[in-house]
């Protein structure tokens, strides 16, 4: 078995991904859940652990013992919360008093020194009247990272697909290259994953896209 990993959102579409993607590879797996029944994986290096990521004790039991942490925390864009930045700095805590270092979180493009990748509607029309909030919570979450002393990458998908994993995308570029601004869950999975043994994005902010 390779190095041990604990997936906070593992039920969702991205996470999901993650934890067959990492299985597959032969790493220990712990997929930190709101509610078991969403994780219908079954695996002798799987571990779940039913918990509350806004509950400090739940992500420090979690992170105990583990070599890398991911972060696939999603809300609807509709939610109003900050569940993201919130439950990000509490894993970001554990980790530090745990003294796990390399953690990679998952973001979206779109804000920030990213936004003028987005097309004039998204920019003017979709992000201020329907992903405000998410992005706002996205925006607090990146900075909680950037302010701590782990070996951090974040990772920024356009909007993201149900298709199959192509292993061919974008990644690192410019905000004026072209993309298609979408990207499936399953090569963000890949992607992520491939960045537990590469270095070249270490303390940086990375978007993803075809």
């Given amino acids: 078995m390779k190095q041990k990993i604990v ?3 593992a039920t969702g579409g991205t996470g999901k991904k993650l934890v067959k993607q ?6 220990g797996v712990t997929a930190f859940v709101r509610s078991v029944q969403k994780l219908d994986i ?4 799987l571990q779940v652990i039913q918990g509350d990521v806004l509950q400090y004790n739940d992500v420090l039991k979690a992170v105990e013992n583990q070599d890398i942490v991911f972060c ?3 809300m609807p864009s509709s939610d109003k919360s900050t569940l993201r930045a919130d439950g990000t700095a509490n ?3 554990a980790m530090e008093e745990k003294g796990v270092q390399r953690f990679i ?5 779109g804000f920030g020194d990213s936004k003028e990748v987005l097309p004039w509607h998204m920019k003017y029309l979709i992000v201020p009247f329907i992903l405000k909030d998410a992005f706002k919570d996205h925006e607090l979450q990146e900075s909680v990272i950037e302010n701590s002393k782990l070996n951090w990458t974040i990772v920024r998908p356009g909007n993201m697909t149900n298709g199959k994993m192509t292993k061919n995308y974008k ?3 410019k905000p004026t290259e072209k993309i298609k601004l979408k990207v499936s869950r399953a090569d963000v999975a ?3 994953l491939n960045q537990i043994d590469d270095t070249e994005y270490l303390h940086k902010k990375v978007g993803i896209s075809y």
């Fill in 22 to 27: 990492a299985l597959k590879e032969n790493y």
């Fill in 171 to 173: 990644h690192g570029f």
């Fill in 91 to 93: 894993i970001v805590n």
């Fill in 190 to 192: 890949h992607f992520m």
């Fill in 72 to 74: 696939n925390l999603g």
């Fill in 105 to 109: 979180c998952q973001s979206s493009l």
């Fill in 42 to 45: 079954s695996n002798p290096n």
């Fill in 7 to 9: 997936i906070f959102g």
